[in-house]
């Protein structure tokens, strides 16, 4: 099993780091960051395709261990939004389906059209707003619980 997170923006060192390594170091396996940026100053939307076509390419070039295509989950406040246990039970098709999953965040503007289209799902993490650089560690806490519930283990409290 492989897990991907292909990410724009740049991790800096605090809470937002410190959350998402927490969580991570936890994960079996744990999430393989790939961080993806734009440095040129570019238009809103201009800037959404060009972080859109870093996401793709990225995915293309590390390509899968096994030959076939991950599942490629998007993360968007728009997405399917799933209690704990259904994002759990998700996770268990996923990792039945294929021996990689990547999980795709875009930057402060959203994901481009051709990154939504390619997803096998897009998940949302609840209505609100999230920073994009938060939703990493909210990600792998979320991950991490859904493997804690697969396992049994009481780390969940229902």
């Known amino acids: 099993m492989r897990l991907l997170l292909i990410a724009v923006g740049r991790l800096r060192s605090g809470p937002a780091q410190e959350l998402f390594a927490e969580y991570n170091g936890r994960l079996r396996p744990p999430l393989e960051l790939i961080e993806v940026e734009e440095r040129r100053a570019l238009s809103g939307s201009e800037l959404v395709r060009r ?25 968007d406040e728009r997405g399917e939004a799933l209690d704990t246990l259904g994002l759990a039970r998700r996770y268990a098709a996923w990792r039945e389906h294929g021996d990689e999953i ?57």
Do not use: C, N
Not at 103 to 109: P, S, V
């Open 51 to 75: 972080e859109g076509e870093l996401l793709l390419g990225q995915l293309r070039r590390r390509g899968s261990k096994s030959g076939t295509r991950p599942v490629l989950v998007t993360l």
């Open 102 to 158: 990547a999980f795709l965040i875009g930057g402060a503007d959203g994901l481009a059209p051709e990154v939504k289209a390619a997803a096998d799902m897009t998940l949302s993490l609840g209505p609100m707003t999230w920073p994009h650089l938060l939703v990493r560690g909210l990600l792998a806490e979320q991950l991490y619980r859904a493997q804690q519930i697969l396992l049994g283990h009481p780390y969940h409290r229902a």
